[in-house]
């Protein structure tokens, strides 16, 4: 529509895709709504689009001030402009219009200590500040996102109607929910994005198993992976491999999926995912080991040269001396299940690496809720959230997914199967570092005794670091050598 003189109730600066798509989002839900973009022909293709899409209420401003004086006080602003130094420029240009009491909210994959920064900057001028996580790429966008908005609890309220409408809904409600104070709402899609980082790897590793040991055509992969998204494994991700395995190649023969080059493409939240785990002290080997084979996927020629080296050294493949005496139907099977337990440890892995944060933060995060949220709209959307959010809900300080008793029986139930498919692949030369990852997850965090113990004693040896016992209090030092020896005594 062209510019009215009535004022919006919103505005959103930053009209790549998946800008226009909320922008158009929220104006198809009745919020009229101004737009803005430093690129002209943007914001002319956003105004057009909403013409077309039902002559919605969204109009378009060409410089800063119009579009800021366009909105109704107190004004509430969305940019979604590349992170970093973007987002500040927009910002500064922003604010300079802004009054006291109007919000900000920064719907990228932002850096949450970048956006507790600029919450302190713009505090200064008056204004409020929210980080908000935005799931679901541009169809959710455009149709329904999860949102993850933490900051400003005022700035929050002022816009709350807008973002329960805007969401993805399912049963119990929209895909919002006011996160906490500070940058907990990036923090949270961060993880979020860390989660999906492992939940892809595990999946591409069922296909490699399937694939290559079991020997199974694309036609037949697009049928198993549809039958699994009408069960436990029920999720975005499971319903569109189903989707890829089903495109033919318009350029050639074949299906497309074998066209695509192997590396993978990544924007930076996994590799913050694994860092915080680090700096936080959260075991996080699935999200970790997905990270390392976006690594190892971009060496293409490293690996292609590797392949060639080590073949004339004389390694022999040994997938298909294994897959002649495959029980196909049975291997399906436990591959449903190895992915079904390592998909539970990535989402352990990450609820704790949450927790942990909440703490050092004092965010008091609602785990179930954030379960809840993740439902609908998101990537990661599945249906087992919903029982991921009851677990949080019977015990809200559950020490980790595998405890609770329900996904506990599950992981027992499973595991005999999740250690044929890892130990086949292994026996194939078949790399599965996300499910083996997990799997050790596992078995380390069930055993009440590890060898931790050895590895203690020799950082006291080298290190005179100390080391408690398992039979009286206090921390021990021994001079290992010398009595190792013969020639010293305990200490």
């Keep these: ?103 900000i909210i920064d719907g990228g994959n932002e850096w949450y ?27 959710g966008a455009r149709f329904g996102p999860s949102l993850m908005p933490g900051g400003s609890h005022q700035a929050y309220t002022n816009i709350k109607d807008i973002l329960e409408k805007v969401a993805a809904q399912v049963e119990d409600g929209p895909c919002v929910t006011y996160i906490g104070e500070g940058g907990s709402g990036n923090f949270v899609k961060m993880v979020h994005n860390g989660i999906e980082y492992g939940d892809m790897q595990l999946i591409s590793e069922a296909y490699d198993v399937l694939k290559h040991v079991g020997g199974l055509s694309n036609d037949e992969l697009a049928e198993i992976f549809a039958e699994w998204n009408r069960g436990e494994l029920e999720s975005f991700l499971i319903e569109i491999t189903s989707d890829i395995f089903r495109v033919k190649d318009d350029l050639g023969d074949g299906h497309l999926v074998d066209k695509i080059l192997d590396k993978t493409g990544m924007k930076g939240t996994g590799k913050w995912t694994v860092q915080q785990a680090a700096e936080l002290s959260v075991a996080a080997p699935t999200i970790a080991a997905s990270l390392d ?73 609602n785990f179930g809720e954030l379960a809840r949220i993740w439902k609908g709209g998101c990537i990661i959307r599945a249906v087992f959230l ?24 599950e992981m027992v139930q499973r595991q005999a199967a999740w250690r044929r498919v890892v130990g086949l692949a292994i026996s194939a030369g078949i790399s599965t570092p996300g499910m083996c990852a997990s799997l050790a997850y596992f078995d380390t965090y069930r055993r009440a005794r590890l060898p931790a ?33 013969g020639v010293g005594a305990l200490n």
């Design 293 to 365: 084979c976006r690594y190892l996927s971009g060496l293409k020629e490293e690996r292609e040269n590797a392949a060639e080296v080590l073949k004339q050294a004389g390694l022999k493949e040994e997938v298909g001396s294994l897959a002649q005496g495959i029980d196909k139907k049975r291997l399906i099977d436990d591959v449903r299940q190895a992915l079904y337990a390592s998909k539970i440890c990535s989402y352990a892995q990450g609820m704790n690496l949450l927790r942990a944060k909440s703490v050092e933060k004092g965010w008091n995060l």
């Design 1 to 103: 529509m062209e510019a009215s003189t009535a004022l919006s109730r919103i505005g959103l600066a930053g009209l790549a895709v998946m800008g226009q798509n909320l922008a158009l989002n929220v104006a198809e839900k009745g919020f009229p709504i101004s737009v803005y973009n430093r690129t002209t022909s943007k914001v002319d293709e956003t105004v057009t689009r909403a013409e077309d899409e039902g002559r919605l209420p969204l109009f378009g401003h060409y410089s800063p001030r119009d579009f800021v004086l366009s909105i109704q006080r107190p004004r509430s602003v969305v940019i979604l402009v590349k992170a970093g130094a973007p987002v500040d420029q927009t910002i500064a240009a922003l604010s300079d219009h802004m009054e006291p009491g109007d919000c």
């Design 113 to 139: 200590e970048n956006t507790e920064r600029r919450m302190q900057e713009v505090s200064n001028k008056g204004l409020l500040y929210l980080g908000m996580g935005v799931s679901g790429g541009e169809e």
């Design 386 to 409: 919903d029982r991921i959010k009851k677990a949080y809900q019977r015990n809200p300080n559950l020490a980790s997914l595998l405890v609770d008793s329900e996904f506990a029986r």
């Design 453 to 485: 113990n050895l590895v203690q004693a020799q950082r006291d040896l080298f290190g005179a670091h100390t080391y408690e016992r398992v039979d009286r209090p206090g921390s021990f030092h021994t001079e290992w050598k010398k009595v190792a020896h």
